[in-house]
């Protein structure tokens, strides 16, 4: 039975969003997003797309569906590093390496008569969304706004002829730890004779918190590997979706002498309820989400920790670190997940190995020359 890839029109949307809930359906770690904000994402209409595009491309064996890829052009990072890098995203696939390989092929020959010279991912569509491959740390489920994949994808992947480009760390740390005495001292160092004050969200100001958050972090992240600044357009939307669910606990800002300095987001770990959604919100999985959301989440994620280059190395991080403890704490959660940082971003793996973060998972950006 032949391998057949065909690239799917708007009307093929739907096809391409379900594929892998029925790859990984009775699978005990997989979680999937709301099947509605994965449409909103991948839809021509949402921001990322107006300095971007894709081919969505599924695999079929014998007519039946057996992987999925979208081969993405970002133009915004190709501009910002100079590069004429083409991208894959949304993988998803049995364990079926000529399957694999032809999504793999599709997706280059795309990018090629694109004028793109390599290819690197997963990402989903870019490195401010969900991206990178898990390596390590397969046996539980993920965590808010991370990727899960069964281990069998790296073989694919390599199999089709890439080879690591960067990895990223998770770090997980036991809220119930805190930080001992020496970090205290660092703390009242750095704040010593200064107007330092962390302030909450407003979630009723949430316009102005969103402009303060694009600016340190356009600041904070810009030479980084693979970083590309959000647009005002794809930070807006990034507001509209956090509004429903943003709590002050959540995002909070450090200031010194009246100057917004750094930032840190957090999230619990939607996800827990997520799994019992399958997708989608309806009278079958509505309460059983519910119950999840309210009484099972014990744990959540650091999204990001952002300070301004100017603020940088005066202890606001560690300043900041001991904030998010605290705000676990009083949320119940149990550990929290820092993530995700690059594997040679030292200055900041070092700090949190230092405040008792431990890498438990690994993801692996992939590259390939396109040929």
């Known amino acids: ?15 391409f969003i379900d594929y892998p809930y029925d790859l990984f359906r009775t699978h005990p770690h997989w979680v999937g997003e709301l ?32 992987g999925r890829l979208a081969a993405i052009i970002n133009r915004a990072h190709n501009s910002f590093h100079g590069e004429n890098c083409g991208f894959f995203g949304f993988f998803d696939c049995a364990d079926d390496k000529e399957a694999a390989a032809a999504l793999f092929a599709a997706a280059e020959k795309y990018l090629r008569a694109k004028g793109m ?20 740390g397969f046996d539980a489920p993920p965590m808010i706004m991370m990727p899960y994949n069964p281990p069998y994808y790296a073989g694919l992947i390599e199999a089709a002829g890439f080879a690591k480009a960067k990895d990223l760390f998770a770090f997980r740390m036991e809220v119930s730890s805190g930080l001992d005495e020496r970090f205290e001292k660092i703390i009242r160092r750095a704040t010593r004779g200064k107007d330092i004050t962390v302030e909450l969200v407003d979630v009723k100001n949430l316009d102005g918190a969103i402009a303060d958050l694009k600016d340190i972090y ?27 669910l943003l709590k002050p606990d959540y995002l909070f800002f450090a200031k010194v002498d009246g100057k917004t300095a750094a930032f840190v ?10 799994k019992t959604a399958r997708g989608a919100l309806n009278p079958l999985t509505l309460l ?21 280059k100017e603020f940088r190395n005066r202890g606001l991080e560690i300043l ?50 396109v040929h």
């Open 218 to 244: 356009n600041s904070a992240w810009e030479k980084n590997w693979g970083f590309i600044p959000m647009t005002d357009a794809e930070l807006d939307d990034l507001g509209r979706a956090l509004k429903p």
């Open 320 to 369: 900041l670190i001991k904030q998010a403890i605290e705000a676990g704490r009083r949320m119940n959660w149990e550990y929290g997940e820092m993530s995700w940082t690059l594997e040679d971003n030292t200055a900041i793996n070092n700090v949190i190995e230092a405040v008792g973060g431990r890498v438990y998972r690994e993801y692996r950006i992939y590259e390939k020359t």
């Open 1 to 15: 039975m032949s391998i057949t890839v065909r690239e799917l029109g708007e009307a093929g949307l739907g096809a």
């Open 288 to 308: 059983p989400f519910l119950y999840k959301m309210f009484f099972k989440i014990r744990s959540g994620r650091l999204l990001a920790l952002g300070v301004k």
């Open 265 to 274: 987001l957090m999230l619990p770990n939607f996800n827990i309820p997520l």
């Open 35 to 66: 099947k509605k904000d994965t449409r909103h994402l991948l839809e021509t209409a949402h921001p990322f797309w107006r300095h971007g595009e894709r081919s969505l491309l599924i695999a079929y064996r014998d007519n039946l569906p057996v």
């Open 117 to 136: 010279d390599k290819i690197r991912g997963p990402v989903n569509p870019s490195t401010n969304e969900t991206c990178g491959l898990l390596i390590s």
